[in-house]
Structure formats: C-alpha cells, structure tokens
Nanobody
Framework: QVQLVESGGGLVQPGGSLRLSCAAS????????MGWYRQAPGKQRELVAS???????NYADSVKGRFTISRDNAKNTVYLQMNSLKPDDTAVYYCNAMILTTGHNSLNAWGQGTLVTVSS
C-alpha cells in the first residue's frame, strides 16, 4: 500500500559526510511528518530528526549543528544531510513517515533501514 525506500548509507571516515534519502510511494494522500531514526548495536532505536509538512524541524541533541533534515513534498522524499560524522553515529538509519492514505487511513510507515558506518 505504502513503501518507503531509503538510499545513501555506507562507510565514511570520521569527519566525513553522507546524505540519506527516503522516497515514499503508494496510496498517499498526505504525509504529515517524516523523520529519521537510528539503532546502534545493543541500543534502542532513537529519533535523529523529524520534519513536518510545514517544515518545522526537530533534532536529537547529539546531532544538532551537524545534521540537517529536509523534504521535497512534491516528491514525497525526505533527506538527511550528515556532516562531521563521528564513530558514535554508526547505526542502521530508518526512515519514518506519518501518512494519511487515499483511503483516509492513518499509517505509521517504516523503511527497511540503511547502514551507516563511521570508521577509519
């Protein structure tokens, strides 16, 4: 019904940058909030950043000033620009979207996850 497809993960050295993308498709009427979560080995999944349809943003304290979230509503796509990456940023990053479908159902959708590894 609705799919979220992520891309852009990979291996990067400390201090480097990566840009994640997540495109939503399917029976979408409107996407209220899009966000990125991450889960490191042995840790709980945590919110990294989120953005509303009105472009209001929210960031975890650990990424403020280094990560930037943005979205293209016409493409139902959310981006996460990650700069000054640290080894502690290593995790699987998951895209999330709060969606109202064309059938007027509320849906909390998740992507499959993309691995980000920060290591020298």
């Amino acid at each position: 019904q609705v799919q979220l497809v992520e891309s852009g993960g990979g291996l990067v050295q400390p201090g480097g940058s990566l840009r994640l993308s997540c495109a939503a498709s399917g029976s979408i009427f409107i996407i209220h909030v899009m966000g990125w979560y991450r889960q490191a080995p042995g840790k709980q999944r945590e919110l990294v950043a989120s953005i509303t349809s009105g472009d209001n943003t929210n960031y975890a304290d650990s990424v403020k000033g280094r990560f930037t979230i943005s979205r293209d509503n016409a493409k139902n796509t959310v981006y996460l620009q990650m700069n000054s990456l640290k080894p502690d940023d290593t995790a699987v990053y998951y895209c999330n979207a709060m969606i109202l479908t064309t059938g007027h159902n509320s849906l909390n959708a998740w992507g499959q996850g993309t691995l980000v590894t920060v290591s020298s």
